[in-house]
């Protein structure tokens, strides 16, 4: 009997269990979470958009950066090529004629003198005209960091002029002070 009891038990498990997974059915899932989850990806396809514009707003925003970097570079070197000329002019229009008004300086030497003073001056002009056409044309289609380069190497030869300038004129009073101290010497009276 024990027996048959189980069997009857199992015969009416198995026909239950299929019964049971058919009721089951489909899953249902909860519209209010779907549309929960259609608007958060909205929302993050928005703060996505946003974050796209505020990286090429930063971009932009460097190259402009950069663009007055350049530029103020530029107008630093200017104002060096500026000051580098305007001391070489006063260096020949000053200390340069007193050189060559200096009765110490043989006439033959005059020239020389004048001549290697001039050659610094007209390469400190032509400088200034290559600055200019630089800063006023789209010379050979320059980027401003090219522009600014040059002029940087522009504002370092006018240092070197300047430089040069003031050796050659510490050079001519040295020699001129020598002069003078020479026919001190010389023309001074012996008392023996």
């Keep these: 009997m024990r027996r048959f009891i189980f069997m009857c038990l199992l015969a009416l498990g198995l026909l239950l269990l299929p019964a049971r997974t058919a009721c089951q059915g489909m899953p249902v899932y909860d519209n209010t979470n779907f549309i929960t989850l259609g608007k958060q990806i909205i929302e993050a396809a928005k703060q996505t958009e946003n974050l796209i514009k505020t990286v090429e707003f930063m971009k932009q925003q460097k190259d402009r950066i950069e663009k007055v970097s350049n530029v103020v570079k530029q107008l630093k070197a200017v104002r060096e ?95 001129i002070s020598f002069r003078e101290m020479q026919d001190r010497i010389n023309s001074r009276a012996t008392n023996y």
């Design 81 to 175: 090529l500026a000051r580098n000329n305007q001391r070489l002019f006063e260096v020949v229009r000053g200390d340069v004629r007193n050189i060559l008004n200096s009765p110490y300086i043989k006439p033959e030497e005059i020239t020389r003198v004048s001549q290697s003073f001039e050659n610094i001056i007209e390469n400190s002009l032509e400088d200034l005209d290559f600055v200019q056409q630089i800063l006023s044309s789209d010379y050979l289609k320059m980027t401003d960091a090219e522009r600014a380069a040059v002029l940087k190497d522009r504002e370092t030869s006018s240092k070197e002029m300047v430089a040069e300038i003031e050796r050659k004129t510490k050079r001519y009073n040295d020699i």
